[in-house]
């Protein structure tokens, strides 16, 4: 498949366009399920369970979508929790991986009766003494370093994340004097890991950990599992990683005696090359030094090259033309709003249509109304011809809905 949309998808876009305005963010349905297909295949093991990360793509069409393949969630949050229930997904079939959350909403979870993996010794030991009996899995910090950069490798010694596995003598004092009911084993390294040695590195560690455990019925290995964001650029090859963990996994379960879950969470490689999104060009303004295309929309909306330097390919779908120009993309919002620099894009004009690509995980997700700006509406994609509005522009009155004046 090419790393470009097609030209049925650029036409199919631009009417989306046309439909609902821009900015706007757009799906390709039929993507997110050659993605999922193609993660399920690359894992030979029957007890695999994919959990889509919701915090990626949190819309209720998305993830009933991702629930009709065959998915469950993983969730960081109550409300993630709430959200995928009500997409109709089972409380078996969402693990709750929370950092640092009050025990109230740890109560909610009990109550709703979802998995839920505790990231910290305190935790655990409150669990121990008010919740027994409740089946919980432990977060797992292996440390190693891995994935694309400091803000999203999560699995280091400095991280927050997770119980060292230094800290194993502990966690088994706790179990044995608490009579915590340990189910599983968790660890998440982090985001665009290329080095599939390092993910096995990692996996050893969680390997060795579970086997002081006694009655374990999953491992889980989070995800991290990076996409491509150029054309020809490397991602994580699926393929040999499935292979290798499945095999592992197996020696693994035969030497401990029982077929244990292998669990993992891709967020962004479920979704992030489904995703589109489309802005209008308000204005190219040249300056001395530079040939802006200013767009209506900003790191309100698209956070990721600001806040991680992410490269995200601009297209312009209103100009396919050989005659092309040098540009820095940039936002409307009051402060440095650089989507791209120096960029070699077909000539734009005021009012064309520019296209970011791998737009569908940490885009709308992680958008805000900052400026005062309203955020993008959203729309699916299915089929030949399907074209579902599942999400409303903002208006005006979204924004002050909650204000009290
Ligand atoms: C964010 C997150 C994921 C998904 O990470 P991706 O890089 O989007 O695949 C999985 N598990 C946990 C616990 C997470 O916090």
């Known amino acids: 498949m090419s790393f470009y949309p097609s030209e049925k998808i650029q036409k199919r876009l631009l009417r989306a366009v046309k439909s609902h305005g821009t900015p706007l963010y757009v799906y390709n349905g039929d993507q997110i399920k050659h993605q999922y297909r193609r993660f399920e295949d690359a894992f030979d093991f029957k007890n695999v369970e994919i959990h889509f990360a919701t915090k990626a793509l949190t819309n209720m069409r998305i993830l009933q979508l991702l629930k009709s393949l065959g998915a469950g969630l993983d969730a960081v949050s109550i409300q993630e929790v709430k959200m995928g229930l009500m997409a109709g997904f089972t409380p078996e079939d969402i693990i709750f991986t929370p950092s640092g959350i009050g025990i109230d909403e ?6 709703l009766g979802v998995r839920i993996n505790i990231d910290n010794l305190e935790v655990l030991e409150y669990f121990g003494l008010h919740f027994k009996g409740i089946p919980i899995g432990i977060r797992i910090n292996p440390h190693v370093m891995a994935g694309g950069n400091p803000k999203i490798s999560v699995g280091h010694m400095d991280s927050k994340f997770g119980i060292s596995v230094y800290q194993m003598p502990m966690v088994h004092r706790l179990v044995e004097s608490l009579g915590l009911r340990i189910e599983g084993l968790h660890m998440h390294t982090g985001s665009d890991i290329l ?20 009655d374990l019925s999953y491992l889980d290995f989070g995800s991290g599992f990076k996409v491509a964001y150029r054309e020809n650029d490397i991602e994580t090859d699926i393929e040999e990683l499935g292979k290798a963990l499945s095999q592992r996994f197996k020696t693994f379960c035969t030497a401990y005696g029982k077929d244990l879950k292998l669990i993992l969470e891709p967020g962004k490689y479920l979704v992030s090359n489904s995703g589109y999104f489309l802005v209008k060009a308000n204005w190219i303004k040249q300056t001395t030094s530079n040939v802006f295309a200013q767009v209506d929309s900003g790191f309100n909306h698209l956070i990721r090259p600001m806040f991680y330097g992410a490269h995200h390919e601009i297209l312009n779908l209103s100009n396919t033309g050989e005659k092309s120009r040098v540009y820095s993309i940039t936002g409307y919002i009051c402060e440095t709003d650089t989507f791209a620099v120096n960029r ?51 208006s005006l009155e979204d924004l002050l809905r909650l204000q009290v004046f």
């Open 344 to 394: 070699v894009i077909p000539e734009i004009s005021s009012g064309d249509i520019l296209c970011f690509l791998n737009a569908g995980a940490y885009g709308f997700a992680m958008s805000s109304n900052y400026n005062s700006r309203l955020r993008p509406a959203e729309v699916l994609l299915e089929g030949k011809d399907g074209m579902t509005l599942i999400r409303k522009r903002e």
């Open 106 to 111: 740890y109560k909610e979870a009990i109550d």
């Open 195 to 214: 080095d599939i040695g390092a993910f096995l590195q990692a996996s050893e560690i969680l390997f060795g950990v579970a086997e002081s455990f006694e």
